[in-house]
């Protein structure tokens, strides 16, 4: 794969993963709140634990999108400092380890206890 096509690909990985994280913002906004349990603009506490790095993320997402689209330059040295961390063993799989334990504690802090309002 070509130098070219690695900027490509650099780019519309971010570009995605910026409206995924802005879509999984919005699920968990739109999630029907339990009328006096919230505690914050009437979200639950384990949804706003949820929330506040979904929307740090994003906006990190959102500045290095801004960034690789519209300064080119600065996408060739993003893509060669990637390619050099992806190379790395210890950095693929503690991001591997973190998604897991992420993705572990969401289930846990949501659980079951969210869907009722959609099963009805």
Partial sequence: MGHL??????RWYFSLALIEGIGALLWLLLIPT?????SMLGLSFGRIILITPLILMSLVLFWV????WLRPVN?????????????????????????????????NLLGTRTSAPFIK
């Fill in 34 to 38: 339990e009328s006096g349990r919230g």
């Fill in 5 to 10: 096509q690695h900027v490509k690909l650099i």
């Fill in 65 to 68: 999108v801004y960034n690789i």
């Fill in 75 to 107: 996408s060739e040295t993003w893509v060669q400092r990637l390619e050099a961390y992806a190379a790395k063993d210890l950095f693929y799989w503690t991001t591997i380890a973190l998604a897991i334990v992420g993705g572990i504690i969401g289930i």
